[in-house]
């Protein structure tokens, strides 16, 4: 498994959770230490809980959910770019990148996937994430994926259109990823939602596979 690289956040009580989300909690309802055939858990989360993909009906109310989210813009070439200083990731930081013009998938990482390197548990406030202005460059660009490394693509508690700009043009937003040692290049992502009937968001395992030199 040496090509690929697991950018998912293992779901577990000790992951931060947004505030008012549910609690996480993983139930080992039948156990074989008890006497029982087989083991048998029920896990309780929210469906942004940890790496997850956000769907158009998240933000739209009559907004497709998360089993209509297209397969061609979850998995593909994908550009994994360092922000390592901004607090807010504007348009201007965006066009510095000086991404390929092909770039159809970006992953951002930034200051925020420190704290997946620390196991920081407690929720922050203070992330990194994309402005109004950073949303709509990303839409212009016909960028059909972006990937960031905290819980939200938006400021917390910053404007709504920043996830709006993106859910209406049909971008797929994944949250919550892990790129801590992952360096900027270019990768094949893999990112697969759980398939939820209804959801407007679903927890993801996502990899990236490094291309031939």
């Known amino acids: 498994m040496a090509d690929f690289l697991d950018i998912s956040l293992a779901i577990s009580p000790d992951l931060p959770r947004w505030p008012g989300s549910a609690l996480t909690e993983l139930n080992r309802r039948r156990d074989m230490r008890r006497g029982d055939a087989v083991n048998d858990s029920t896990l309780i989360c929210g469906v942004h809980i940890g790496t997850h993909v956000d769907a158009p009906l998240h933000f739209l109310a009559d907004g497709a959910d998360v089993t209509h989210l297209s397969l061609d813009a979850l ?20 066009e510095a990148l000086n991404l390929p013009f092909d770039t159809r998938r970006l992953l ?43 819980l939200s693509v938006q400021i917390f508690r910053g404007d709504p259109q920043t996830h709006i700009a993106l859910l ?7 949250e919550g990823l892990n790129l801590a040692e992952v360096t900027p290049g270019s990768y094949e992502l893999i990112c697969l939602p759980l398939k939820l009937a209804g959801a407007e968001g679903a927890p993801a395992r996502a990899v990236l596979r490094r291309l031939p030199a």
């Open 75 to 94: 998995i593909g070439p994908a550009v994994v770019a360092a922000l390592p200083d901004p607090d807010a990731v504007t348009a201007d930081d965006l």
């Open 168 to 174: 209406q043009a049909g971008v797929v937003i994944v």
């Open 108 to 150: 951002l990482r930034t200051r925020n996937s420190k704290g997946w390197q620390r196991r920081d548990r407690e929720f922050r406030t203070d992330f990194v994430a994309l402005t109004v202005d950073a949303a709509r460059w990303v839409v212009a660009r016909g960028i059909r994926l972006i990937g960031v490394d905290y």
